[in-house]
C-alpha cells in the first residue's frame, strides 16, 4: 500500500516570499512522486513528476520539487510567491506495482499582498 | 492537443435515480482512471481501465461501474444515487498505464 501525508492544510504567504509545501510519502517500492494543483471549480493541473530520474525536479510555473528518500519526502517549493499562485495543491503517490494515484489531503495557499 | 473532456460538467439528480458520466481522454491516451473528490473524504480512486478492460478498482459499491470503449473513450455510471455521492468526478488519462495522468475539469454531481 502507498500513501501520502501533507503537513498543514493551509499555508498562507506574502507576494514575493518563498512557498514550501510539504509532503511525506510511504510506499513499499520505489515511488513515482506527483504534485498538482487545483484552481477553484477546476481540474487538477500536473506541476510537476519525480519517475526515479534526477532528485531534483522543475516544473511549471517555477516550482520544483526534491525527493529525499532518506526523509520518504517530497516538499514543494517557489522561490517567490504571485497572487495567481492561490489554489490548492496536492501530492500524490503511485508506484510500478499500483498506476493508482493515492492522493494527499491537500495544502490550501493563500498569498498575501 | 486537446485536453481532457468531461461531459456534462454539472448534473443534478434525484436520490435513487441513475448517472452516467462520459470523459474522452487526451487523443492517443489509452488508460482513462476516474475519481471521486469530495470535502469530507478528498479524492479517492473509483477504477481504472486499459484496452477496455478494468485494471484496478478503488474501495467503492457495486453501485459504481464503468467501461471503456475501443476508442478509449470511457463512461462512469452510478445506480440508485444516493445523497453521498454528490461529489465532483474527475477523469484522468494517461498515454499508457505508467505514464502521468492528467485531468479533465471533471463532473459537478449533486445528489437531492
Known amino acids: 500500500a502507498q500513501s501520502v501525508t501533507q503537513l498543514g492544510s493551509h499555508v498562507s504567504v506574502s507576494e514575493g516570499a518563498l512557498v514550501l509545501l510539504r509532503c511525506n510519502y510511504s510506499?513499499?517500492?520505489?515511488?513515482?512522486l506527483f504534485w498538482y494543483v487545483q484552481y477553484p471549480n477546476q481540474g487538477l493541473q500536473l506541476l510537476l513528476k519525480?519517475?526515479?530520474?534526477?532528485?531534483l525536479v522543475k516544473g511549471i510555473n517555477g516550482f520544483e520539487a526534491e525527493f529525499k528518500k532518506s526523509e520518504t519526502s517530497f516538499h514543494l517549493t517557489k522561490p517567490s510567491a504571485h497572487m495567481s499562485d492561490a489554489a490548492e495543491y496536492f501530492c500524490?503517490?503511485?508506484?510500478?506495482?499500483?498506476?493508482?494515484?493515492?492522493f494527499g489531503a491537500g495544502t490550501t495557499v493563500t498569498v498575501r499582498a | 492537443k486537446a485536453g481532457v473532456t468531461q461531459t456534462p460538467r454539472y448534473l443534478i439528480k434525484t436520490r435513487g435515480q441513475q448517472v452516467t458520466l462520459s470523459c474522452s481522454p487526451i487523443?492517443?491516451?489509452?488508460?482513462v482512471s476516474w475519481y471521486q473528490q469530495t470535502p469530507g473524504q478528498g479524492l479517492q480512486f473509483l477504477f481504472e481501465?486499459?484496452?477496455?478492460?478494468?485494471?484496478n478498482k478503488g474501495n467503492f459499491p457495486g453501485r459504481f461501474s464503468g467501461r471503456q470503449f475501443s476508442n478509449s473513450r470511457s463512461e462512469m455510471n452510478v445506480s440508485t444515487l444516493e445523497l453521498g455521492d454528490s461529489a465532483l468526478y474527475l477523469c484522468?488519462?494517461?498515454?499508457?498505464?505508467?505514464?502521468?495522468?492528467?485531468f479533465g475539469p471533471g463532473t459537478r454531481l449533486t445528489v437531492t
Open positions: 487523443s492517443g491516451h489509452r488508460s
Open positions: 510506499s513499499s517500492v520505489p515511488p513515482y
Open positions: 481501465y486499459f484496452s477496455e478492460t478494468q485494471r
Open positions: 500524490a503517490v503511485s508506484s510500478i506495482n499500483d498506476y493508482k494515484l493515492s
Open positions: 519525480y519517475t526515479s530520474a534526477a532528485t
Open positions: 484522468a488519462s494517461s498515454l499508457d498505464r505508467a505514464n502521468e495522468q492528467y
